[in-house]
């Protein structure tokens, strides 16, 4: 039986039934767990929240603890849950493979490889057709950029600020956010460029970004002409003219930031970058690890909301579902420079991972996930922002399908990030209740909403009604 709990904080809001009933928690008590967190875990894996939680089960859009308290999940294990926790449909595809092989490495040949890779280029325009399997994000975006630097025979690869693109050594360089540099060095041949964030940024306006929700900041561009595009694709000439060589490897950048709190760039800004890049010997690279799969429900490939082909697109998180797989799509003749000499991995793309991706992807479409994503995305964008223009803290609402974020500010006029102390109140106060999200933005300052793609209108309301509550109560707070 699901136990009920009293929160600090009450609302209104019911939270939507949900007739999954979840197994009796038999582990460690939470105290051990604790402990061994605190001696055996390395430290630098952080966990969310004052108390951290301790989830013992997942049931599509919901989160069980171990004492059956149920939570909505609006953050999808860091936009990974892609068609909701344990689906049925990848649960069973992945028990019925682990019974009959697991591994053996892409030495030999078996079924499970070569049905996804057919599967997963299917959905991906010409001449992106060739796959590369691997285990992680950071891993993909690696082999990205030694694939762009072996195929042009340049070196110089320029990221936007503001951008996440992995924790590895060599990826260090393209990620563009302060909390994750390390003091070493780091980045030989990395550069970055402004972010065109048209909230944040020194441009941008009222009709820029591809978004049901605009800035609020008024601007002066003509139907058709972004003035402020115009001059962030400046600076991005004046990055090109100074920074680096005359001919580059290329440039990565995320169709929408995801880590920096759903940044969203004016419309046309990456068409005019990537012909600038091509221009100068340079390859393009989509990372969709955030992006990808439907979230933001207008197209399946965050790349084709800015109609543009990239030359290598990389993939992970959403791509398993939580399964620790992860891809780099390219041409052939770019996936070839990396035959001239070995290049191996040991789990990229085992027969496990193969039947997960393929399970996965089985579902977005049975599912209608990607559509789900567009209709409750847009209806939970549109409600959020009415919250922006009831509370003064509210600074932006933004994003696409269910890739959204919301930055806090102390006041509309100054932008000024709102304290960390005071968002770290609103986040509790919103998980006391029942609703796990995120956080991104330079200063922590952005609520990440990317929840499991599965999630209804019904969950949006009592979202954004909790969301409300606890905006209230920092203001009887403040008051």
């Not at 997942?58 to 344990?86: K, N, P």
């Not at 944040?200 to 002066?220: A, E, I, L």
């Not at 006029?413 to 609703?435: F, H, R, T, Y």
């Amino acid at each position: 039986r699901q136990q009920k709990w009293k929160s600090s904080v009450s609302t209104q809001a019911k939270m939507p039934p949900c007739d999954f009933v979840p197994e009796k928690y038999e582990s460690y008590p939470y105290e051990r767990v604790q402990k061994i967190r605190e001696q055996n875990i390395a430290p630098s894996l952080r966990t969310y929240y004052r108390k951290p939680l301790l989830l013992h089960q997942g049931h599509m859009q919901w989160l069980f603890d171990h004492e059956g308290r149920r939570y909505l999940d609006l953050f999808a294990g860091i936009v990974t849950v892609s068609v909701g926790h344990c689906h049925p449909k990848v649960t069973m595809a992945t028990q019925k493979q682990l019974a009959r092989l697991w591994h053996t490495t892409n030495i030999y040949m078996y079924p499970a490889i070569h049905e996804y890779a057919e599967k997963l280029t299917s959905l991906f325009p010409d001449p992106l057709k060739v796959v590369y399997l691997t285990n992680s994000g950071s891993e993909a975006n690696d082999l990205a950029m030694f694939m762009a630097r072996l195929h042009t025979r340049n070196f110089d690869i320029i990221s936007l600020r503001g951008g996440y693109h992995g924790g590895s050594p060599y990826t260090l360089g393209l990620t563009s956010l302060t909390p994750y540099k390390h003091g070493v060095a780091n980045g030989f041949g990395c550069t970055t460029t402004m972010l065109p964030d048209v909230f944040r940024g020194p441009w941008g306006g009222s009709h820029c970004r591809d978004s049901p929700v605009q800035t609020v900041r008024k601007c002066s561009c003509s139907e058709g002409a972004c003035l402020a595009k115009d001059q962030y694709i400046e600076q991005f000439k004046d990055t090109l003219n100074t920074s680096v060589p005359k001919t580059v490897a290329g440039f990565i950048a995320e169709p929408i930031q995801g880590v920096n709190g759903a940044v969203q760039y004016p419309r046309n800004f990456l068409k005019e970058a990537y012909q600038l890049i091509r221009e100068r010997g340079g390859l393009c690279i989509s990372d969709e690890v955030q992006t990808g799969f439907g979230r933001t429900g207008s197209h399946f490939w965050g790349f084709q909301t800015h109609g543009v082909i990239p030359d290598i697109v990389t993939l992970a998180k959403g791509i398993g579902n939580g399964f620790p797989m992860a891809a780099v799509v390219t041409t052939k003749e770019i996936a070839s420079s990396l035959a001239q000499n070995l290049h191996f991995n040991t789990f990229g793309g085992n027969p496990l991972a193969c039947v997960v991706g393929a399970a996965v992807l089985d579902a977005i479409e049975e599912d209608s996930l990607q559509k789900n994503s567009e209709i409750v995305g847009t209806y939970m964008l549109l409600e959020l922002a009415k919250l922006r223009d009831e509370f003064e803290i509210v600074g932006d609402v933004r994003g696409k399908g269910l890739m959204i974020g919301v930055e806090m500010v102390t006041d509309k006029d100054s932008q000024c990030p709102l304290p960390a102390e005071e968002i770290n109140q609103i986040w509790e106060d919103c998980k006391d209740m029942g609703v796990l999200i995120g956080r991104g933005g330079l200063y922590s300052q952005t609520f990440r909403i990317k929840p499991p793609m599965c999630i209804t209108k019904r969950d949006v309301n009592f979202a954004v009604e909790v969301f409300r509550t606890a905006l209230q109560k920092h203001i009887d707070r403040a008051a």
